[in-house]
């Protein structure tokens, strides 16, 4: 991947919204994302992302994240393939599998 990104952040309170979707999008989980112009991406994530460090547009260095889901081969098995998002383009994440739950203590 491109050591460029289209935006780049330094705020301490966009970093931090970039790592609560971090957060919410753990390895194997299958999610819905709802983009800032309206788009719906649907999808597997590869992938738990991580914030990493980029060079924007005017040169400047701050924080952006990728995540790369992979469309399921039960919806379109002719077209499966990877999709990259840039997570600070993410409004919502709704997850559609049940996510973990936590195991029962031992003995209940």
Do not use: C, K
């Given at each position: 991947?491109?050591?460029?990104?289209?935006?780049?952040?330094?705020?301490?309170?966009?970093?931090?919204?970039?790592?609560?979707?971090?957060?919410?999008?753990?390895?194997?989980?299958?999610?819905?994302?709802?983009?800032?112009?309206?788009?719906?991406?649907?999808?597997i994530?590869?992938?738990?992302?991580?914030a990493?460090?980029?060079?924007?547009?005017?040169?400047?260095?701050?924080?952006?994240?990728?995540?790369?889901?992979?469309?399921?081969?039960?919806?379109?098995?002719?077209?499966?393939?990877?999709?990259?998002?840039?997570?600070?383009?993410?409004?919502?994440?709704?997850?559609?599998?049940?996510?973990?739950?936590?195991?029962?203590?031992?003995?209940?």
């Amino acid at each position: 991947m491109s050591r460029n990104a289209p935006r780049i952040h330094t705020e301490p309170s966009a970093i931090a919204r970039l790592q609560e979707r971090i957060d919410l999008l753990p390895g194997g989980a299958h999610v819905s994302l709802l983009m800032d112009d309206g788009e719906e991406i649907e999808g597997i994530v590869v992938a738990r992302p991580s914030a990493q460090l980029f060079f924007g547009p005017d040169g400047s260095e701050g924080t952006n994240a990728t995540v790369r889901l992979v469309q399921p081969a039960m919806y379109q098995p002719e077209s499966v393939a990877n999709t990259d998002v840039w997570l600070d383009r993410i409004v919502l994440v709704r997850r559609l599998d049940p996510e973990a739950q936590p195991a029962p203590a031992p003995g209940h």
